[in-house]
C-alpha cells in the first residue's frame, strides 16, 4: 500500500487533467494501491480568495475521500489574512498541515514574512509542504512563467525552528551538496516526482537519508504510474521500499495516522 504525499484537488489553471474531478481523483488512486494521499488544492496558486479554496479543499476531502484524503491548506504570506488563514486551517478544518507556492505568491525564502509564517506553523505543529516547482519552465505558460524556488536560504530559517517539518515538493535534487545541507539544517524531507532518468531515486538516497524520503506523485498533473515505476526500477530492498512508499510518511505523519 501506498502513502502519496502531493496530490492536488480542482481544476490546474491551464489545462484539462484526466483526473480533475475529486471522484475520478480518488477511484484512480484506489486502483493503484494508495491507501491515503495529501491533498492540497490548484486553487491555492492563484485565487485570492485563500479562505474558499481551504474549506473547499477540506470538504471534497470529507465528501469523496472516506478517510482516504488528507487536506493540506494553502496559505499566502502576501495576503493580509494569512495568519487568520493559517488558523482556521488548523482549528477548524483540522488539517496537518500546509502547502505553501512562494515562486507563484510572489516572495522568497529571504523574506521575513516567509521565516514568520514558519514559526507560526511550528507553534501549531503543523507539516509544511514547500512546493519548489510544480511543472517544468518548458511546459509553462508563456504569459506565466514561474522560476523554480531558490533554496538556499532555507537552512538558516531551520536551524532556528528544529521542531519544525518540512516537505519540500517536485524537487530536483541535482546538487548533492545543497540536499546535504538541507537534510542536517532540520527535519527535511522531499519526495521524487520531478526525480527523473533511470536510477533517480537510488541517486537520490546518496545525498538524502532513506528516511527523508516519501512517496509523491504530483497526480493528476503528472502521470500516477511514473512515480510507480520509478520505485520498481529502483532497486530497493523490500524494507526500503515499503520505508519510502508509506512508512517514512506514516511516521512524519505523527501516531494519529
Not at 474549506?55 to 484524503?69: T, V
Not at 505568491?105 to 509542504?129: M, N, S, T
Request: hydrophobic share 40%; glycine share 6%.
Amino acid at each position: 500500500m501506498i502513502v502519496d504525499t502531493n496530490v492536488s484537488l480542482s481544476r490546474w489553471p491551464f489545462r484539462r487533467l484526466p483526473a480533475d474531478e475529486p471522484a475520478k481523483l480518488v477511484s484512480t488512486l484506489r486502483n493503484r494501491g494508495v491507501e491515503q494521499a495529501w491533498a492540497g488544492s490548484f486553487d491555492g496558486i492563484l485565487h485570492k480568495d485563500i479562505a474558499g479554496v481551504n474549506s473547499r479543499l477540506a470538504a471534497d476531502c470529507r465528501k469523496y475521500g472516506n478517510g482516504m484524503l488528507l487536506p493540506f491548506g494553502s496559505v499566502n504570506p502576501k495576503l493580509p489574512d494569512w495568519r487568520e488563514d493559517l488558523r482556521r486551517c488548523h482549528e477548524q478544518h483540522h488539517m496537518p498541515g500546509i502547502r505553501l507556492h512562494p515562486n507563484y505568491h510572489g516572495y522568497d525564502l529571504k523574506d521575513p514574512v516567509f521565516a514568520e509564517l514558519l514559526e507560526a506553523a511550528a507553534a501549531r505543529r503543523l507539516i509544511v509542504q514547500l512546493a519548489w516547482c510544480m511543472e517544468d519552465e518548458r511546459t509553462q505558460h508563456p504569459l506565466v512563467r514561474v522560476p523554480n524556488v531558490e533554496l538556499s536560504p532555507l537552512p538558516e530559517v531551520l536551524r532556528r525552528l528544529p521542531a519544525l517539518r518540512v516537505q519540500i515538493l517536485n524537487w530536483k535534487t541535482a546538487r548533492g551538496d545543497e540536499a546535504r545541507r538541507l537534510a542536517s539544517a532540520g527535519q527535511v524531507y522531499s519526495d521524487f516526482a520531478m526525480t527523473e532518468n533511470p536510477g533517480g531515486i537510488a541517486r537520490l538516497l546518496k545525498t538524502v537519508p532513506l528516511e527523508r524520503v516519501l512517496f509523491g506523485s504530483n497526480f493528476p498533473l503528472f502521470y500516477f504510474e511514473s512515480a510507480l515505476l520509478k520505485v520498481r526500477e529502483a532497486g530497493l530492498t523490500s524494507t526500503e521500499e515499503q520505508a519510502v512508499s508509506r512508512q517514512n510518511a506514516r511516521r512524519l505523519l505523527g501516531p494519529a495516522s
